[in-house]
């Protein structure tokens, strides 16, 4: 962690969920940027690269970025539970992010985005599928390596940027492409890289914060 990152145990009703917290260098922040980290069965943890690469892009924007640990990683309680719980602790994260002392000065109402690596791309837009139904859809959703083909993606709207490696060896592009055809959101292909993006982070961030900073400026985002 560097100097600009915190720690906190959110007390969830499920157990404790561990958090990380990223804030960017200005005092006046745009928002709450929440980063969904890889599968936990499989090594995945809030500070992952990726994940580590996406906190670092929305905190260069004016974001507070909020990495949290799914069930059963580090110090949260539970054990993994497929999505299901992992999407509630979100939930439930989320809903009580302007009462904590953590993410402060954080008010209620705070613009919101999403985001998700591989298996945290589920709960992602899971809850962003959530939101929108509910009529308070996110500002932004951010998926890199989504999990199309291994687990039930919902459909995103169009405006989501959708990253993805030509190489990814672990969920194939064809199944991604599949999946994005109904939504009718892009998918940036990065070439040669990938599903965990070897010596293409750079590229990464540069391709959220320009697009984040081009969704502000035709109005879609909070600049």
Do not use: Y
């Amino acid at each position: 962690m560097n100097g600009a990152t915190s720690r906190f145990l959110f007390p969830g009703s499920n157990g404790a969920v561990e958090c990380l917290v990223d804030r960017p260098a200005q005092e006046a922040v745009l928002g709450l940027a929440l980063v969904c980290h890889p599968h936990p069965l499989f090594g995945g943890t809030n500070e992952n690269k990726v994940v580590t690469t996406l906190a670092r892009a929305f905190t260069a924007l004016g974001w507070i970025a909020l990495r949290p640990n799914f069930r059963g990683v580090g110090a949260s309680a539970g054990t993994h539970d497929g999505g299901e719980g992992e999407t509630a602790d979100m939930r439930e994260l989320l809903a009580a992010a302007s009462t904590l002392d953590e993410l402060a000065p954080l008010p209620a109402g705070a613009p919101l985005l999403l985001s998700g690596f591989s298996f945290g791309s589920l709960v992602a837009a899971r809850l962003a599928r959530e939101r929108s139904g509910e009529g308070r859809p996110p500002r932004g959703l951010v998926l890199v390596g989504a999990a199309a083909g291994k687990w039930p993606m919902p459909p995103v709207e169009p405006g989501t940027l959708l990253i993805h490696g030509e190489q990814d060896e672990t969920i194939p592009l064809a199944d991604v492409m599949d999946w994005a055809r109904d939504s009718g959101a892009p998918v940036v292909v990065i070439p040669g890289a990938d599903h965990f993006f070897h010596r293409r982070l750079t590229l990464v961030k540069s391709l959220v914060v320009r697009h984040l900073a081009g969704a502000a400026a035709a109005g879609q985002v909070t600049p």
